[in-house]
């Protein structure tokens, strides 16, 4: 447990203290004036709490001084717990110094019971905030990391669920074996098929991507695999090469796989296989080298069960599976993804944000996507608020989205996730004040 540090000018205070916290295995440091009490916290870099004193001058009961080393501590370290030992003329300064971040205040004489228990519940707190300030942290360097060593075609994202999904993306991409994205429609399967495609051994290649589920039936086959003359009606007098034919050395990503006709997926197994094809109306054998990247919102096991797709082709496709989770289950990203589809000159308000967080987001990515070029269309600010975002104020729950702003327990750890844990940043991008955010951090039960 962190050590805890004593500053008052008082060396009898000092010693009860010492004492009464050494029968409870707690480590302490002691000073007798506010300079010295600063040089301990400059040198060691394991005090976990600090307990003050108010006054520091004999004949001094204004606070003053307590209240001058209170915010020297803070501006050391913002997040340094501190309890102010006050005499009952220095009340109303600790109160206002508790609404500024001080962690708690204790009258003279203490209560050895309540201020030991005091004591180590904000040790236990600090060391779980610092916990979590380092994972953070090490998120932020693994995001940092992978973006230093991959192509990730400018996504953007906060979440631990996608930072997983792409670094088994970033692996997979230098093999050569087929892979198959899944997850709901605008999720984003087009764009890991991008980052698959980018850093791939193959991106020099040729990267063709084909909407399996906008081609035409008639036409799939022709489309995929290409036509000689007259194969089919409207073909013309001229060869039609097939999207296989102008992947050959590249990539070919099939989106809406599962939208593949029959006849389609017995030839589509035989390219997995063999690389081997017949155009259309052709008896001569075409082989080509190409690596297939596919994606699907259907449930593929579930078409099997029902005879509409062939086993033996997904276990073709799916070598590799990369499933991508909806938006609305990994809420860090929304508000990143929002601020990077808004006009340079446009901003969220507090409120927008909160609404955002809410909201279900059904359409995913896409959605989100067209909710904020829309919205910085129509906004005659440069603020955006929750009207001009125009969601539906009942989400899929049938939870009603409050329109009077009041930070709910996810905007709040996001935002203070997104920023790193800093907490001005954190209150000036929810548009509240320092102690305003403290306050609802404690509501909750955030630690910070």
Not at 319 to 334: G, N
Not at 352 to 362: E, F, G, I, K, S
Not at 415 to 429: D, M, P
Request: net charge negative; glycine share 8%.
């Amino acid at each position: 447990m962190d050590k805890v540090l004593i500053i008052d000018d008082n060396p009898g205070i000092i010693s009860a203290l010492e004492l009464l916290l050494s029968l409870h295995r707690i480590e302490t440091l002691s000073a007798l004036t506010p300079p010295a009490g600063l040089q301990l916290l400059r040198e060691h870099g394991d005090i976990g709490l600090v307990i003050q004193d108010m006054n520091f001058t004999a004949d001094t009961t204004s606070g003053e001084e307590g209240r001058e080393l209170f915010f020297a501590i803070r501006e050391f370290n913002p997040d340094l717990p501190v309890i102010l030992l006050t005499a009952w003329t220095q009340l109303e300064m600790a109160v206002e110094l508790v609404k500024a971040g001080a962690a708690d205040y204790i009258g003279k004489p203490w209560d050895d019971h309540k201020l030991v228990a005091t004591v180590k519940n904000l040790l236990e707190l600090n060391e779980l905030q610092e916990q979590q300030r380092q994972a953070r942290q090490q998120a932020l360097q693994a995001r940092q990391q992978l973006r230093q060593q991959f192509d990730l075609q400018g996504i953007v994202y906060r979440s631990s669920a996608m930072q997983k999904l792409l670094e088994m993306a970033t692996q997979v991409a230098r093999s050569d074996v087929s892979v198959l994205i899944t997850g709901p429609n605008g999720a984003g399967k087009e764009k890991i098929a991008d980052i698959v495609q980018a850093n791939s051994p193959l991106r020099n290649g040729p990267y063709i991507k084909v909407n399996v589920g906008a081609l035409p039936e008639d036409l799939m086959e022709a489309e995929l695999f290409g036509a000689e003359p007259g194969a089919y009606t409207g073909a013309g007098n001229r060869a039609r090469q097939g999207r296989f034919e102008a992947a050959d050395g590249g990539t070919l990503f099939l989106d809406e796989i599962g939208e593949l006709s029959a006849s389609g997926q017995v030839k589509l197994l035989r390219v997995l296989q063999t690389g081997e094809f017949q155009r259309l109306g052709s008896s001569q054998t075409r082989k080509v080298k190409v690596r297939v990247v596919s994606a699907t919102n259907s449930d593929l096991p579930q078409q099997i069960a029902a005879g509409e797709f062939r086993q033996d082709l997904f276990y073709r496709l799916n070598v590799i599976e990369l499933k991508l989770p909806p938006l609305c289950d990994r809420p860090e990203d929304i508000l990143p993804l929002a601020r990077s589809f808004l006009s340079v000159d446009k901003r969220l308000s507090p409120q927008a944000q909160n609404m955002l967080m809410h909201y279900h987001w059904p359409g995913n990515v896409r959605e989100l996507q067209n909710t904020m070029q829309r919205a910085s269309v129509l906004s005659r600010s440069e603020t955006i608020d929750e009207e001009t975002l125009a969601l539906p104020v009942r989400e899929n729950t049938g939870k009603k989205v409050d329109l009077n702003f009041e930070p709910s327990r996810e905007l709040l750890e996001q935002t203070l996730a997104g920023c790193n844990g800093v907490i001005s940043q954190a209150a000036r991008e929810l548009g509240l004040s320092r102690q305003a955010l403290y306050r609802r951090l404690d509501k909750y039960g955030i630690p910070y």
